[in-house]
């Protein structure tokens, strides 16, 4: 995420510029292209789209820092507590899984490798499935609460 989400800027060569281009304004192009000497051309993503996506990243990790905490600061002594917790146990759950949505709009429309977010998707579902455990051994341990 801090690089880029391993995004490259890319060079090209000017021949690719011209293709789908009618002959005389690839002409064109080629012209002006030799006249300053210009051989490769340099591709950029637009920045906007990286900010956006790191930023979605960073309101979704905010979310599931948030309700896990919120989580862990309950102890259910009532019914109640145990089910406001199970609400935070799935909303942390979601932000995850946020996170993964996130990662594959990533892929989607930026030129990375998607094998770049490997750790990262593994990490995620780690956490998802002690999450998911956390939430089973809540169920044994506190249904018997009025």
């Given at each position: 995420m801090m690089r880029d989400f391993?995004?490259?800027d890319k060079v090209r060569d000017v021949k690719?510029?011209?293709k789908g281009m009618?002959?005389?304004d690839a002409d064109l192009l080629m012209a002006v292209l030799e006249k300053?000497?210009?051989r490769k051309i340099n591709t950029y993503w637009?920045?906007?789209v990286i900010v956006h996506i790191r930023?979605?990243?960073c309101e979704e990790l905010n979310k599931f820092m948030c309700a896990l905490e919120a989580a862990m600061a309950i102890w259910p002594q009532m019914h109640a507590e145990y089910e406001e917790r199970r609400v935070l146990q799935d909303r942390a759950i979601g932000a995850l899984d946020g996170i993964l949505s996130t990662l594959t709009l990533a892929v989607d429309v930026l030129p990375v490798d998607a094998?770049?977010?490997r750790t990262q998707v593994e990490l995620i579902?780690?956490?998802r499935a002690l999450i998911k455990g956390w939430r089973k051994s809540d169920n044994k341990r506190f249904k018997s609460l009025a």
């Open positions: 391993g995004t490259k690719s510029f011209t009618e002959p005389q300053y000497h210009i637009p920045e906007w930023a979605t990243v094998d770049k977010f579902e780690k956490e």
